[in-house]
């Protein structure tokens, strides 16, 4: 499938996309950390689409326990999905704001790209269109993180303009992790030039 760079967007799940949401939860899609769903979770969402796609806006209120222990209170956030049409591609979690888990280890976004599309731009657009999305909201920089053994990942924080604050342990029982700030502002990396010379196929 050919897709046009310029035609893919950011925005909030729908239904028209399910099939192919689902499509990429068989292919092994997953975001962060998290493992890729077994058959029984897929065929679960399958059976219950509406449902899935509205809880994953769901407001979040209380608290959650790091593997350390330590308890943290959840953060705003919108779960966000990268489509062209009704074709799904990946995913971004962006939190609207840190707490010090999130400033610790995780940052402002967690995001995933269906396995037939990594590494062919795909991550860098989506980062790219969310600096815009929280340009919008005021946000001057995002946090970013990723493993020090994800060049994939890191590639994409630099395509965008990150900029290397240090390799941070404080992640609350998960491995350490690279921290960068992102600028949410478009206009001063090369981003553009990065993205108009990709092409996605498959």
């Excluded at 965008?160 to 921290?179: A, C, H, M, P």
Aim: aromatic fraction near 10%; include cysteine; charge should be negative.
């Amino acid at each position: 499938m050919n897709i046009d760079l310029g035609s893919i967007i950011l925005d909030f799940p729908n239904m028209d996309v399910v099939p192919s949401y689902i499509e990429a939860l068989r292919e092994g899609y997953k975001t962060g950390i998290q493992p890729a769903m077994s058959a029984e979770e897929i065929k679960e969402i399958e059976e219950n689409s509406k449902t899935h796609v509205e809880n994953l806006n769901e407001k979040k209120t209380g608290v959650f326990t790091a593997p350390d222990g330590s308890v943290f209170p959840y953060v705003p956030y919108e779960h966000l999905w990268l489509t062209q049409n009704d074709f799904f591609i990946g995913s971004v979690s962006f939190r609207h704001e840190l707490n010090e888990f999130f400033t610790g280890f995780a940052g402002h976004i967690g995001y995933g790209i269906r396995p037939s599309f990594q590494g062919k731009g795909a991550g860098t657009l989506a980062l790219k269109l969310l600096r815009r999305r929280a340009a919008e909201r005021g946000i001057e920089r995002l946090l970013v993180t990723c493993s020090p053994d994800n060049p994939a990942s890191e590639k994409v924080i630099l395509n965008n303009g990150g900029e290397l604050w240090d390799i941070s342990s404080r992640t609350y029982g998960f491995e350490q992790v690279k921290r960068y700030w992102v600028p949410t502002d478009t206009d001063r990396d090369g981003a553009e030039k990065t993205l108009a010379s990709s092409r996605l196929n498959g």
